[in-house]
């Protein structure tokens, strides 16, 4: 049977329905006789990768932060400077920083409203961006923690950048530039009032000059800051009023504890902390805790991610372990649970004769009291050394996710988000040593590594961790694979995850637990790929590495969908073509990333998707090969960033036939831990809570209201519409985005599918810039209701600013 629905939107209706006389008008017409496309029916998706400490400090159910110690230790405190992370050295009358992301060092005084800061910069490590950071204020730990102006220089790329944080960031202007990569380049800032001078190599023409008229930052700090580069600065020369300000480097070392644990020590102990190089458990140094004398307790703390504490309950049971090896020690070695200040234990357990080689003790720890902020020790009473590596704290029962070393209240979570499709890849599966065969076997054997985000990045959660969560929670897995993985290795991988045990990759994955094998379905080779520029020789090179592992994957399983994950520009259709051509009839999907901060952002996925298709009917008119969206991306996580998800969904509505799923990023995020710019997190957490931002919820109410088939609507008045229907025609659903702060009015004329019964409605609306907070987990979330019809009309407002779904049913 066919229906005709009507919708018809005007400022009048029933009373309970009656809107301000300032509320807009717009007219929809919705034909369900008329199917459009297929929905996705896995469209409700999300991406995770180990950023924002999604992973290692988040899902990955480790609560202890650097259990291998690798960390070096903490940086030399700098006599009148500020060290806000990375390892800053003297160095010549001048200072050197290993690459990091986003270290500062900001000298603390004066405060300068107009001056100059100069000096000679020279990297010593490929990366990214170094320079100096001016007008600085409210500066934290993080790479955009801070406000500020930053004047950086990019060897690569021959560019000078002008950007502006206010715990973010913002380009103002870049300028291309020339300078030697591997010599000194001399750099210098001018500042007066809103206007930023720049100059290079002491020219006398400035390379760069900016004026900022919109709320500039017009005193403040001056400070160095490097971005994934290595740089020496020397020659430091800052200036106000003409007059220069000292700026030398005296400190004095700190002690030799890896700097995310803190060294425990009684005021009548005499201790001994070192770093052991020559004799760790595993990777490359081990944690020795040497008690000299008097009395009292030498040990080490872990306070969880970033010193943010330990989430523990009373009556809750941790499980854990840790290496130990002893030298000269009768005393037994105590690990214990206590407050941040030490002076109340919550549980404790002893070892006694440990041995003088690396030796693996367990334990299991029963909390006596409530903490979200406690504290994991070891430590012994007596003379003796001890030698620490590859500590965990892990919790038990229903404090895991189905027996898996997951959080269960993160994972149960992202299940409620109502997601069926999540991806695991981003930037961290281009890191060099970002290899599979590393995140398999025992974890405490696991090697740390430098990974894109942290330069000692866990391997305790991998690929495995992965497939077996989405197969335990019910989602579609997706992952991301390192494109420099060998042809062996990638074979290797397949027959571990899915080989039978009978082979030898299959054994060693059921000797590890899981004799059946996973059932993959997609993989993605590389992220990102060429993102770094439009350059032929590397999108070839792409190409080519495509197809030598897709020949692999194919020959393995045939099954697997392949993944493109070639950077699209649509302005390079040379490169595009090219690429297209190389991987047509192998890849399934190109994988497209989108921005969502826009709360209108489907506007544009839906012309990128239409662009993309009618390119690839173009350049190959029986083509198979479709796009997914792996990566919905930007900087927000409020109720603006839940419009711009629900326009991208309805843009995917649209090319259904055309789109796997659409997965917002990030899935995941650690409150106040933002150390990487991407603060866009659907899933908030601390060491005890977890919540849904609006993102979140926009999510869930569209999977909830899921129908499979779109049919035609015509929309006049600026609402961004898409309608969808059961198979059997019994379910009218209809997803509304109004992305202006002003009510809509509307009359809905249902046609032949009027009736008596009640039209749900769900409704997310607020204020754009509205999120949610441990305190106010719900501030923005759907609100359900249902509203009585009569016959073929109904009438109903769109509040501004959201996102509602109308379900009727005949």
Known sequence: MKHLFCISISATGLAFFAL??????????????????????????SCIEDV?????????????????????????????WKTLNGQWTANDGGIEVKAGPGDKLVRENPIIKNGSVEADIKFTRRGENAGFIVRVGREQAGMDD?????????????????????????????????????????????????????YLNNEGSPALSYTDDDKPLLSGKVGLRTFHAGAIFKGIVIKQNGAAIKADFVGKPSLQVSQVWDAVASPSAKAKFALDSMDAYNSKQAQVIEFLGGTGKVGVANNGLNHWGIGIKQGQTFQGSVFFKADGLTSPVTVALQNAAGTKTYAAQQFNGVASNWTKHAFRLKANATDAKARFVIYISKKGKLTVDQATLMGTGAEQFKGLPLRADIAHKMQDEGLNFVRYGGTMVNAPDYKWKNMVGPRDKRPIYEGHWYPYTSNGFGIEEFVAYCEAAGFDAAFAINVEETPQDVADMLQYLTGSTTTPWGKKRADAGHPSPYKLKYIELGNEEVIWGDLKNDYQHYAERFNLLYDVIHKSNP???VICAAWWRPRSLDNMEMVFRAINGRADYWDLHTDADNANAGSKVDRDLQNMKDLFLKWDPNTKLRITIFEENGGLHNQQRALGHATTLNAVRRHGD???????ANGLQALGQN???????????????????????????????HEPLRVESVVEGGLDVTATRSEAGDELVIHVVNTKSGTVAATVNLGSFGGNSAVKVYTLAGDPKAENTPEQPTNISTKETTVPRSGNTLNYSFPGNSYTILRLGK
């Open 20 to 45: 301000a006389a300032s509320a807009q008008n717009a007219r929809i017409t919705v034909d369900a006789s008329k199917v459009l496309n297929k929905i996705p029916s896995k469209m409700y998706g």
């Open 52 to 80: 924002n400490h999604e992973i290692y400090g988040g899902l990955y159910d480790q609560r202890l932060y650097g259990e291998s110690f690798e960390e070096p230790a903490p940086p030399i405190s700098y006599r009148g």
């Open 675 to 705: 150390d990487n710019g991407w603060d866009q997190g659907q899933v908030f957490f601390t060491t005890s809570k977890v919540w849904g931002m609006p993102p979140f919820y926009a999510t869930q109410m569209a999977a909830k209201n």
């Open 559 to 561: 099954e697997i969908k």
């Open 658 to 664: 055309f789109v796997l799923t659409s997965c917002a």
């Open 146 to 198: 801070f406000d500020g102006y930053e004047i950086s220089l990019n060897p690569g790329r021959q560019i000078l950048v002008l950007g502006k944080h206010v715990h973010n960031f913002k380009l103002l202007k870049e300028s291309k530039v020339s300078f030697d990569k591997t010599g000194w380049t001399h750099l210098k800032v001018d500042m007066n009032d809103g206007q930023i001078t720049i």
